[in-house]
């Protein structure tokens, strides 16, 4: 088993939808984090597909100059989907409740999931589904930092640092025989613990793991 059950627990264990009731209208990451995002997108996209922005709110981070075929949003919140520029479509859905994406096989060229992989209970059903949503050879790109809602995290990935996070996202592509061998891309930046003490704040860490649909 990926992880034992007191992995997937949650300190907050109330439904999700309660959480995510209300629109949160911010960025959860630095624009230190999103350039690079936003960059690796730029190499790892093509123009003209088709994309699904997994666990998205009202922001994809996509590159502007960059046009899509289509753009499907996928998360919690309406509010907060309905605002997103980059958006032909979206879906309000808690995968934690029903991980079975409402979308055919091979729909898509990209699946992406920025800052949110943390809060999957069942990671490993809905990576099955995406690599099911995903065309052969499309890729998936799943992103983090070091920053959660600590209550929605799940014990797994409260429990371990940032090296064993980047290594738990790689079993969850792992445990799916569609996905070829993940890469990782790892930046954990920050600066020296001097200039910390001269008020001088760290950029936040920028993590990714990707995954080709084989
Ligand atoms: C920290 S936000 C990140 C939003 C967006 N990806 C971004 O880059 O700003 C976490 C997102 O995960 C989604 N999410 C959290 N729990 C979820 C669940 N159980 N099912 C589906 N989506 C969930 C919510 O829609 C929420 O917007």
Redesign the pocket.
Known sequence: MLLRPEQREKLDPAD?RDF?SLPRFV??VDDHFIDQLTQLYRDRLQPQTRIL?L???W?S?LPEEIEFAHVEGH???AA?LAKNPRLDHYQV????ADPKLPYPDADFDAVLN???VQ?LQYPEAVFSEVARVLKPGGVAIVSFSNRM?YQ?AIAAWRDGGETSRVALVKRYFQAVPEFGPPEIIANAGGVPNIFQLLGFGGADPFYAVLAQRQ
Do not use: A, I, P, R
Request: contains cysteine; negative net charge; aromatic residues 12%.
């Open positions: 999700d995510y960025t959860h922005d666990m998205s709110s922001v981070h998360g919690m919140n907060e859905q808690n995968l934690n920025c800052v949110s809060y809602f929605k």
